[in-house]
């Protein structure tokens, strides 16, 4: 039996008080500057601190299922993982930034990294972190191979090649390598405690290691918060690690579990919670609209995520040619579906997100463009349109946005030109199977973002990519132009000098758009929404949703 | 003592009173209403339900939209319309069907009992623990997904509860001392299931299916979040107001499916009122 | 006869699961990790799902009989630690409705049945009506929308207070623990955030049970051994009690028990929107994951509490009735 849930086990808070007075003072949030983006900021309330400091922060339980950041890989457990615990480096936008790591150096063939660490960095345990903490915990989670355990596949070895320097050699190059590490994944977890608790780093971890269990209810991490203890399916509470490096914040964080959209937004308005991560793109633009006065503002930031059309190069019929995949590009209506996803997303130039590098610019994107659509079906020797089969996930939320609405508007837009798409919705569990099989005619799907880098874009979707080659049976040697594209792609990636990298980068984007088996619809947004009265500034961190906000108190 | 045996006479002598009946007539002009609205939705309606005008989504209703429109400028009152072309036929389907095995399963289980009762029954937990979604995409795997499969689905695990009821009523009813009379008095056995307890019986069952009208319409709204049921753009009632749901500040979205709904349910329950009242032998020649 | 139906189940739960093409490791693991053939494999490994599909269940059952049901395959935990955590809120939420259906449906659906066709029948048959027929999650946005955002009078959703610590878990329903516990205001607390919810779902019951209570009242009130009873100078009030209620009974015990086991696998909506971390929105991910473990775990415990309660409605019977004593008694030895 693994009972170690923590109940009456943290005996100091039954101590003090039954209860957390949660009454929140006044937050002056500051940024933590390297660590994130900063977007809204409003005014700040008057102080009325009494007590214990909390934020509450209310998000859909979702696919949660542990908060181990050697087995973690859910987006909804990521924001939880960089309060607890930190990784080598940190996200500046998109740019890596320094994080256990103060600075590092890469040597010109691109293979071996080196990393100098803070040299009095203290866990929440009070011990001190060292190399070795970071090289078991890498080693466990690419050993335990878990969902993410991927990240360090390219890793030939990671050594301690000083008394407070970390060496890292690659096997071939990679140029995004800085954009994994900051992966929260990668985290610096205490190895002693770990192990003390049925850790391993050993070839064998994916059967032997058991730390999970007491991960999911403790935490020895570098991070603001460790965990307090977490209720599944209600709520996981945070209090401040007292021997965290940077700037003090709140005394305690509660992330409340509540699935319905609607309600998380009601229990903003009644200020029982103070950031709204899963709102709709109604639910933020009705925040918007009722402005300063509710006390609520709403945070966004595009979420890297690529909602896009593919077709099955493979099938039979009609929709297995290029010329019926241009069709269906071009009697697209994007602009319209602005009017569905709202501010829960954005137009994007093509696979590449527009605030990544060597991401073509929008205004090269795909535009809908009838006579174009209907001289592809001539050429097709279709004039009058031709009928396939779009499956999709019918639960699907496309961050925040439902597929359903997503598809049936497609599927009029293409109508428009005698193009008739049967949808077939399936649970969005059945379409991933299906998907990966490569055997629908046609998908609505989404790409989100694995770390921020280009690479993680580009090269999956070119000819013989991952995707391109499973999912859409797009080989290298389908096409002449499938053939130069994934040339360029291979040019593209061999460099470390952006200057070299981007041309072929751009042009490969350009081909895609023309030839490829996909429709890009848009990019994803995340919309938060938060109290104004307690959160002066939301920070948003593109792979984390968001991060806590760190705060001074008035 | 009366025997309470339904005769056909004596059903016509109650079908007299049924028309007398005002609860029965409301219900039926309830349902008669619905009827005539959803079969003349053409002539009603002045939108097509697959119509979207995504520049006028999310309209509060008005004097050209009578409903309001959904989330993708659809007019809300056309869908409600054509919705229950789907829906209405739908969930008397699974209702009828469930029904239907179930009291029958119900009746010999209790009538046998012994070993033919114990089996059935066992099964029948069995069953009632079942999962829906489990099924359903089981049978959409099978057979595809559709609202005709959804249906199969859904009465595949809709049976249960009568086979429950009835078992409990003919249980109870085969103890009484008409029953024990007509046994007595040589009548076979089906006979006596079929021309005494069942019609008993019937009273409490009816009044159950009624209530499950109502339930079945919006079951189909889990479905149809799964896409194993009736497949958008097509309205139909139970995922309109699952999907209208996410958008409840604009509260018509939902609301409005949900009134044929509530309505139907409640005439469905009005008619199954009078018609056990009808079947109620006590209460045709003597009320108290 | 538990066992056998536990384990008959078990067997049509798994078998119907395998008949889903949906791989259960594709749906559960992130997109690039299902890209990644060694990770996909030993999530395979790991779940035995690269043993022949017979020898998966024999597994399966064979740990079941030693009391292990499995690590669901969607929250990678022991279904047994799951169900600790996520059922007791919804048998709470479930048992609190339907005894205050009960309370309330009887004395109503009785007292409709005695003043037949009379104001009170009316009204009783009014707002049951009403109730049966509403959308329960539909009046749920509602109620939320109207009590909680507008007047502020009911609680947040949730099961406490956010400024609440949960009671030390003994029963897990935090109304009980918390009068274990000595801390009254919690349990009142709990209670309150109880409310809400437990009135929605008992529109529907209270409708459901008072309608059948009433329906099988005005099928036995007729009946001769009740005039008999009269006649012999009975007040009206023993009649009704002693005589026509127990012989009313059956069916409606019957519906209690099948409105409780309703209660209890089919409040999803319901907890979605009031946040209630319940076993429905877990059984959910179970179906749709196709996570067999936490499936059959899921359906097990509903059906186990299904029979238990059916079991008791039959034993009620026999109590009710004596004429059914006999051959109740004989079937269940």
Not at chain 1, 525 to 530: D, E, K, R, S, W
Not at chain 2, 10 to 16: C, I
Not at chain 2, 131 to 142: F, G, W
Not at chain 3, 54 to 77: A, W
């Amino acid at each position: 039996m693994s009972n170690t849930r923590s109940h009456g086990q943290n005996g100091r808070r039954r101590a003090l008080s039954r209860r957390r007075f949660i009454e929140s003072g006044a937050a002056l949030a500051t940024l933590p500057p390297a660590l994130a983006t900063a977007m809204a900021t409003v005014v700040t309330a008057p102080a009325r601190a009494a007590g214990v400091k909390a934020l509450i922060i209310v998000q859909q339980p979702g696919s949660l299922r542990t908060v181990d950041p050697g087995r973690a890989s859910e987006v909804d457990a990521a924001a939880i993982s960089r309060a607890l615990y930190d990784s080598l480096l940190s996200l500046n936008g998109a740019d890596p930034a320094p994080g256990y790591a103060t600075n590092w150096t890469v040597s010109p063939d691109g293979l071996t990294y080196t990393f100098d660490l803070h040299p009095d960095w203290k866990f929440s345990d009070g011990t001190s972190v060292t190399p070795d903490d970071y090289i078991f915990s890498c080693h466990r989670q690419r050993n335990n191979k878990s969902d993410a355990s991927w990240l360090l596949g390219n890793v030939d070895s990671i050594t301690k090649s000083g008394p407070n320097q970390i060496k890292i050699v690659l096997k071939k190059l990679d140029v995004d390598f800085l954009k994994l590490v900051p992966n929260p994944s990668l985290a610096v977890t205490n190895a002693a405690v770990v192990r003390a608790h049925g850790g391993t780093d050993a070839a064998d971890a994916a059967t032997t290691d058991t730390a999970t269990t007491w991960l999911d209810q403790h935490s020895v991490g570098t991070g603001p918060f460790m965990i307090d203890h977490w209720d599944r399916g209600s709520e996981m509470v945070l209090r401040a690690n007292p021997y965290y490096w940077g700037k003090k914040t709140f005394d305690t964080v509660v992330f409340r579990f509540v699935q319905d959209p609607t309600t998380q937004r009601d229990l903003l308005l009644r200020g029982d919670a103070h950031i709204a991560v899963n709102l709709t793109p109604d639910l933020a633009a009705d925040l918007l609209k009722r402005g300063p006065a509710s006390k609520t503002a709403v945070a966004s930031v595009p979420a890297l995520g690529i909602a896009y059309l593919g077709f099955n190069a493979k099938a039979s019929g009609p929709i297995g040619q290029p010329k019926a995949w241009e069709a269906i590009r071009c009697a697209i209506d994007y602009e319209g579906l602005k009017e569905i996803y709202l501010g829960g997303g954005q137009l994007t130039g093509s696979i590449v997100p527009p605030q990544l590098p060597n991401a073509l610019p929008v205004a090269e994107g795909m535009k809908q463009d009838i006579p174009k659509a209907k001289a592809a079906l001539a050429a097709l020797g279709m004039p009058n349109g031709f009928s396939f089969k779009l499956t999709y996930g019918a639960d699907q939320i496309i961050q925040n946005v439902p597929a359903t609405d997503v598809v049936q508007k497609v599927k009029e837009d293409l109508a428009a030109v005698g193009i008739t798409a049967d949808l077939i919705g399936e649970p969005l569990t059945q379409e991933l199977t299906d998907y990966r099989a490569g055997k629908p005619e046609a998908v609505l799907h989404l790409w989100a973002v694995d770390f921020p880098g280009w690479t993680d874009f580009l090269p999956v979707y070119a000819p013989g990519g991952h995707v391109a080659l499973a999912r859409q049976n797009w080989a290298v040697d389908s096409s002449p132009e499938a053939n130069e594209i994934a040339e360029l792609t291979a040019k593209a990636v061999a460099s470390l000098d952006p200057k070299e990298q981007i041309e072929p980068a751009l042009q490969a984007q350009r081909l895609i758009n023309q030839h490829g088996p996909y429709a890009w619809l848009f990019e994803t947004n995340y919309q938060l929404g938060y109290r104004t009265d307690v959160v002066k500034t939301l920070a948003v961190d593109l792979l984390s949703f968001f991060n806590i906000p760190t705060s001074e108190f008035g | 003592m009366a025997a309470p045996i339904a005769r056909p006479a004596r059903l016509l002598a109650g079908a007299a009173g049924w028309l007398s009946n005002a609860e029965m007539a409301v219900g039926i002009v309830i349902i008669l209403g619905w009827a005539v609205m959803i079969a003349a939705a053409p002539l009603i309606a002045h939108f097509d339900p697959l119509q979207q005008h995504i520049a006028l989504r999310l309209r509060p209703p008005s004097a050209v939209h009578l409903f309001g429109t959904d989330q993708l400028g659809r007019d809300v009152f056309a869908r409600v319309l054509y919705g229950g072309r789907e829906s209405l036929p739908a969930a008397v389907a699974v209702v009828a069907a469930g029904f239907l095995v179930g009291v029958s399963l119900g009746a010999v289980a209790g009538y046998c009992r012994g070993i033919v009762d114990d089996l059935v029954m066992r099964f029948t937990d069995m069953m009632l623990g079942f999962p829906l979604i489990i099924l359903a995409m089981a049978v959409a795997a099978a057979l595809g997904a559709s609202l005709a499969h959804g249906i199969i689905a859904l009465a595949a695990v809709w049976w249960p509860h009568y086979v429950r009821v009835c078992r409990a009523l003919v249980l109870d009813l085969g103890s009484k001392d008409y029953v024990v009379a007509s046994r007595a008095a040589g009548r076979r056995p089906a006979g006596i299931l079929l021309r005494v307890i069942l019609p008993n019986a019937l009273q409490a069952l009816l009044v159950m299916a009624a209530i499950d009208v109502g339930r079945a319409i919006l079951s189909f709204a889990i479905l149809g979040f799964l896409g194993l049921g009736a497949q958008p753009p097509q309205p139909e009632w139970g995922a309109m107001v699952s999907t209208g749901a996410t958008v409840m500040d604009d509260w018509w979205v939902a609301t409005f499916p949900a009134m044929p709904v509530l309505t139907l349910a409640f005439a469905f329950n009005l008619i199954g009122d009078s018609i056990r009242d009808a079947l109620d032998p006590w209460v045709g020649g003597r009320r108290q | 006869m538990l066992i056998p139906v536990l384990l008959g189940m078990t067997l049509i739960s798994f078998a119907v699961t395998k008949a889903i093409p949906t791989d259960p490791i594709i749906a559960s693991i992130s997109q690039e990790a299902s890209n990644h053939p060694e990770i996909v494999a030993a999530y395979r490994k790991k779940w035995g799902l690269d043993k022949p599909v017979p020898v998966q269940y024999l597994t399966y059952v064979g740990n079941l009989l030693h009391g292990d049901m499995g690590v669901s395959i969607y929250t990678h935990r022991p279904v047994v630690d799951d169900l600790r955590d996520y059922l007791p809120a919804t048998v709470e939420l479930a048992t609190v409705t339907i005894f205050f259906s009960v309370v309330l449906s009887i004395p109503l659906g009785i007292l409709a049945a005695i003043r037949r066709g009379g104001m009170i029948d009316l009204v009783v048959r009014l707002l049951t009506l009403a109730g049966v027929a509403m959308p329960i999650f539909w009046l749920a946005l509602i109620l939320l929308d109207i009590f909680y955002l507008h007047l502020g009078w009911a609680p947040a959703p949730g099961r406490l207070d956010y400024a609440l610590q949960p009671p030390p878990p003994v029963t897990r329903f935090y109304i009980i623990d918390s009068v274990i516990a000595g801390e009254p205001s919690t349990a009142w607390n709990a209670l309150s955030h109880l409310a809400l919810p437990a009135f929605v779902l008992a529109t529907w019951s209270v409708g459901l049970l008072t309608r059948m209570t009433r329906a099988s009242m005005l099928s036995v009130l007729p009946q001769d051994f009740l005039r008999a009873a009269r006649g012999k100078g009975a007040s009206e009030f023993y009649v009704i009690r002693r005589h026509a209620a127990p012989n009313a009974m059956i069916p409606i015990v019957t519906v209690i028990g099948l409105a409780y086991g309703d209660l209890l696998s089919g409040a999803l909506l319901v907890e979605t929107i009031f946040g209630w971390p319940g076993i429905g929105r877990y059984a959910f991910n179970a179906a749709v994951h196709v996570d067999f473990p936490a499936i059959i775990g899921v359906a097990l415990t509903v059906g186990f509490i299904y029979t238990i309660v059916n079991l008791a409605v039959d034993l009620i019977y026999a109590l009710l009735d004596p004429r059914v004593r006999a051959s109740l008694l004989a079937v269940r030895a």
